[in-house]
C-alpha cells in the first residue's frame, strides 16, 4: 500500500480485508500529527452518511410541485433516504427553477476548500466548475481565517499569498535571528496542517534548532501555551485585543529615543511622518507612551521599553499570528506589525524583519518553492455578485442590502438556492443562532457531505461524498515537500460517491456533461492535469517525472531551491527594480487608498480603537484545536478523548473559577446575549486571569432543535461570538472580540447526540 495525504500529514494506510485498520505516519516526519489516529474508526462510525437523502417536508412539497413553498424546518425534521436517481433528478430540477425564476445570481456556490488534500477532488474546485458550467453563481471571497489581512496587505506591501510563499525560511533564521517576538505566540498544534497536504511538520524541530542557536524567543499573548514549542520563551499576557497598543508604544519609544531607521523609512516607505505625528499625539493630544499602553495591555511601562530596547538592538524577526486580525479592527495589528518592522529597518534582511504566520500552516518558513502541483480549471463565472465570506448571515437575512468592501459599495445577492460541497459553515461562522435562523430563507439548500455535520443536518437535500482514502487523487501543496499519489485505500462506504461523479451526473441531466467532464475519466483527469503542471514546475527549476513514474513510485520530494528564502530581500536590494505591488512600489505606512475610502474604522494609518464596553466580564478566545482540523473528525478517538465529559474542554484561570464556585474538570455553562453552550474545565495558571480559551470545532449540537436560541450542549464557542465584520474595509470576521460569564453547570448533563445521525425514513 502507498501513501495517502491530508492537509495534516502523509499516512500510509493499513487495511485487512477491505477496511481500514490504521494509518501509519509517513517515516521521513520527525512530528507527526495525531489526527490521522482518528481516521480509521471514523470512517465507518454511525455518524457516516450512508445514502443520499431528503428533508421530509421538503420532498412533500417536491411531490406536489412547489418546493419554494416548503415549510423551513430545517435541522429539526426527519430525512428521508432516496435513491440516488431520485436525488439527482430533484437537484436538478431546482437549479433549472431557481435559474428560470430568480437566475443564475440567487444561486450561492458554498464551499471553504479543506474538504481534501487531493487536488482533483477539490470539493471547492469541482463545485465551482460545475455551477460555472451551469451559467455562474454568487460566490464568496476572502476566509474567514485570514479575512482582514487578505483585503489590507495589498493596499500596503502585498498580496497574503504571495508574501505566505516567500517569508524567510527557517534555515535562515537559524543562522541569523537574535531575537523572535511572537505575537500571539507560535503553537505547534496549528502548524499540523496546510491546504493541500502538510509531508514534513517542521515547526517543532526549527523553534529546538533556534533556541539551541541562542534566539531568544518573546511570546506575546494571554496564553502561555501559545509557544509551547520553547519553554523558556518569555511571556507577556497581553490582554486579548490590545497588541495594537503594545506596538504603538514600542513605535514611540524608537521613535523619541530615536532608535528607528530613518533612512530605510525614507528609502522604503511612503507615509511615516503623518503615522509619527500621530505616535507623538499631535493628531489627538495623546501620545502612544509605554504608561499609555500599560492601561490598556495590562503589561508594564518598564517592560514594553525594556523589549523597545531589545528589539531594536537585536536582529529582529516580529511575527503576528492569523487570530489577531479575527477581531474588531483587525486591520491594525498586522498593518503595525508591517510598519515595526520598517521602522526598524530590517526588511529584507535574514533574520529580521516581519512574518503574517509563522506557526499558523504548517507550509510558512519551508524554504521550498511555491509549485502547487496540479489544478482542476473550473472555467469563468458571468455573475458578477459576491461577499466577503464572513457576511454569509447578512447576505441570507438581508437581500439586497448595501455594504461596503474595500472601497467599493454593494449590494447582497438576493439567494434562493444554496449549494454547499466542502467545508461546514456551522463551525466557521459566528452567532450560530443568527446562523440557524439565516439557514431558514433559502428556498433550497444542498449538502454534499461524508458526515452528519450540522451542515448537513441542515439541508433539503444532502449527497454522500467520499473520503479521500475512498478515490484516487494527487496531494500537492504550495511550499510542501513532497506531491504524493493518493491511491484509494478502500471501498466507498455505503453508496458515497465522489464529488466528480455527482458533478457529472447533474451536467449530464442539465445539457453540459460533455463540457463538465471533457469525456475524462477519473484517471484520465489526474494524468492531464499532472502533465499540464510540468510547465510551471518547470518555472520554479522544478522537473517532474512522467505521470506513470510518478503514480508508480507514489512519491515525488520538490527539490530545494538553489537561494534560500529571505522576505523581500529584492526589494530591499533594489526598490526600483523590484517595486512592490502596491500604488507608491513601496511599503504603505500611510495609505492614500485606504484614506480616501473615508473610514471611520479604518484610516489611512495604524491605530488604536478604544475597545467597546462590555457587560459580560471575561474574555474569550476561540483558538484553532489540536484534536482536528477545523470540526473535521470531530467524532474521531483523538478529538472524543480530549473531551471532559462529552464536552469540549476550556483552559479557565484558578483565580476566575474560584470566584464562581468551578472546580477543575466540571462542566459550566458559557453564555453572553447571543446564546450559550456547555464546557468543561480545565484550570491553568498559564492563561492570564479574565481570559478563557475554548477550541473551535465541536459540532455543534442544540438541546432542543425546535427552540430558538437553543443551549449548546457540545461546547461549540460561536454560539456567544458576534457575527459583526472587522470593519468596512475588510469585513472580515470578528470572532476574537467575545465576551462572556460562566457559571457551574447543576442540572444533570443532557446526551451528546451530535455524533448520531437524524432521524432517517
Not at 76 to 93: N, T
Not at 447 to 468: G, Y
Not at 638 to 644: G, H, N, T, V, Y
Not at 683 to 706: H, R
Request: proline share 8%.
Amino acid at each position: 500500500m502507498g501513501f495517502t495525504s491530508t492537509h495534516w500529514g502523509v499516512y500510509r494506510p493499513v487495511v485487512e480485508s477491505g477496511r481500514l485498520q490504521a494509518l501509519e505516519a509517513a517515516p521521513w516526519d520527525r512530528d507527526p500529527s495525531p489526527i490521522g489516529a482518528s481516521l480509521p474508526e471514523a470512517i465507518t462510525a454511525a455518524a457516516r452518511i450512508r445514502r443520499p437523502a431528503v428533508r421530509e417536508g421538503f420532498l412533500r412539497a417536491a411531490e406536489r410541485g412547489n418546493t419554494a413553498a416548503s415549510p423551513r424546518r430545517r435541522g429539526q425534521e426527519a430525512l428521508v433516504e432516496v435513491p440516488w436517481d431520485e436525488a439527482l433528478d430533484l437537484v436538478a430540477a431546482e437549479l433549472q427553477r431557481v435559474r428560470a425564476a430568480h437566475g443564475n445570481e440567487a444561486i450561492f456556490g458554498g464551499s471553504y476548500g479543506w474538504a481534501s488534500a487531493g487536488r482533483f477532488h477539490h470539493a471547492q474546485g469541482q463545485l465551482h466548475r460545475f455551477l460555472n458550467g451551469f451559467g455562474g453563481y454568487a460566490y464568496g471571497v476572502d476566509t474567514y481565517s485570514l479575512g482582514a489581512g487578505r483585503v489590507l496587505l495589498p493596499h500596503i506591501v502585498g498580496s497574503m499569498d504571495t508574501l505566505l510563499q516567500q517569508h524567510t525560511s527557517w534555515d535562515v533564521l537559524e543562522q541569523h535571528c537574535e531575537l523572535f517576538v511572537a505575537f500571539g505566540g507560535l503553537p505547534l498544534k496549528n502548524a499540523q496542517v496546510s491546504p493541500g497536504g502538510a509531508s514534513d511538520h517542521q515547526l517543532r524541530g526549527a523553534l529546538q534548532r533556534l533556541a539551541q542557536g541562542g534566539t531568544r524567543f518573546v511570546n506575546i499573548s494571554p496564553v502561555r501555551g501559545d509557544l509551547d514549542g520553547v519553554p523558556e520563551a518569555e511571556w507577556l499576557p497581553v490582554r486579548p485585543g490590545s497588541d495594537t497598543a503594545l506596538m504603538l508604544a514600542l513605535a514611540q519609544v524608537w521613535l523619541s529615543e530615536g532608535w528607528h531607521d530613518q533612512a530605510f523609512l525614507d528609502r522604503y516607505t511612503v507615509g511615516f511622518e503623518r503615522f509619527a505625528d500621530y505616535l507623538r499625539g499631535r493628531v489627538d493630544g495623546v501620545a502612544k507612551t509605554p504608561a499609555w499602553a500599560t492601561e490598556r495591555t495590562g503589561i508594564s511601562a518598564t517592560s514594553i521599553t525594556a523589549l523597545a530596547q531589545r528589539m531594536a538592538h537585536s536582529r529582529t524577526l516580529i511575527n503576528t499570528a492569523y487570530a489577531l486580525q479575527r477581531a474588531r479592527h483587525g486591520e491594525q495589528p498586522f498593518w503595525m506589525t508591517v510598519v515595526l518592522a520598517a521602522m526598524l529597518g530590517q526588511i529584507g534582511l535574514p533574520g529580521g524583519g516581519f512574518g503574517l504566520g509563522y506557526g499558523c500552516m504548517n507550509n510558512t518558513g519551508s524554504g521550498r518553492a511555491p509549485f502547487s502541483g496540479p489544478r482542476l480549471p473550473q472555467g469563468s463565472n458571468p455573475v458578477t455578485a459576491y461577499i466577503p465570506v464572513a457576511r454569509l448571515v447578512d447576505m441570507l437575512l438581508q437581500p439586497g442590502a448595501a455594504f461596503e468592501y474595500n472601497g467599493r459599495h454593494l449590494r447582497y445577492p438576493d439567494i434562493r438556492l444554496v449549494y454547499w460541497a466542502g467545508g461546514n459553515p456551522f463551525h466557521h461562522h459566528q452567532d450560530l443562532n443568527r446562523t440557524v435562523a439565516a439557514w431558514q430563507r433559502p428556498e433550497t439548500i444542498v449538502v454534499h457531505e461524508p458526515f452528519w455535520t450540522a451542515s448537513a443536518r441542515h439541508a433539503d437535500i444532502v449527497l454522500p461524498a467520499t473520503t479521500p482514502l475512498e478515490r484516487d487523487d494527487i496531494g500537492s501543496a504550495a511550499s510542501d515537500r513532497f506531491m504524493v499519489a493518493m491511491q484509494a485505500a478502500i471501498a466507498p462506504v455505503g453508496e458515497a460517491r465522489d464529488d466528480y461523479a455527482i458533478f457529472a451526473a447533474l451536467a449530464e441531466r442539465l445539457g453540459f456533461g460533455a463540457h463538465f467532464t471533457e469525456g475524462r475519466s477519473v484517471p484520465q483527469w489526474l494524468e492531464h492535469l499532472y502533465e499540464g503542471s510540468r510547465e510551471r514546475a518547470a518555472a520554479h527549476g522544478i522537473t517532474l517525472p512522467g505521470f506513470a513514474a510518478f503514480w508508480q513510485q507514489g512519491l515525488f520530494e520538490v527539490p530545494q531551491p538553489a537561494q534560500p528564502t529571505v522576505l523581500l530581500q529584492e526589494f530591499r536590494a533594489d526598490p526600483l527594480a523590484h517595486p512592490l505591488p502596491t500604488p507608491s512600489g513601496r511599503i504603505e505606512i500611510h495609505s492614500d487608498t485606504i484614506a480616501g475610502f473615508d473610514y471611520s474604522d479604518c484610516p489611512g494609518h495604524p491605530v488604536w480603537f478604544e475597545p467597546e464596553a462590555s457587560a459580560w466580564p471575561l474574555h474569550l478566545l476561540s483558538n484553532q484545536p489540536a484534536t482536528r482540523l477545523h470540526s473535521q473528525y470531530d467524532h474521531g478517538a483523538l478529538s472524543r478523548d480530549s473531551k471532559i465529559a462529552g464536552r469540549e474542554p476550556m483552559q479557565m484561570h484558578p483565580a476566575d473559577a474560584a470566584a464562581r464556585g468551578i472546580a477543575d474538570g466540571s462542566v459550566v455553562r458559557v453564555y453572553n446575549q447571543r446564546g450559550a453552550f456547555l464546557a468543561g474545565v480545565r484550570l491553568s495558571t498559564g492563561i492570564a486571569p479574565g481570559v478563557l480559551q475554548i477550541a473551535t470545532g465541536a459540532w455543534y449540537d442544540p438541546l432542543d432543535p425546535a427552540q430558538p436560541g437553543s443551549l449548546d450542549k457540545h461546547g461549540n464557542p460561536n454560539l456567544t461570538t458576534p457575527d459583526t465584520g472587522s470593519s468596512r474595509l475588510s469585513q472580515g470576521c470578528s470572532a476574537q472580540s467575545t465576551t462572556v460569564e460562566v457559571a457551574p453547570w447543576t442540572e444533570p448533563l443532557p446526551d451528546i447526540s451530535a455524533f448520531a445521525p437524524p432521524p432517517l425514513r
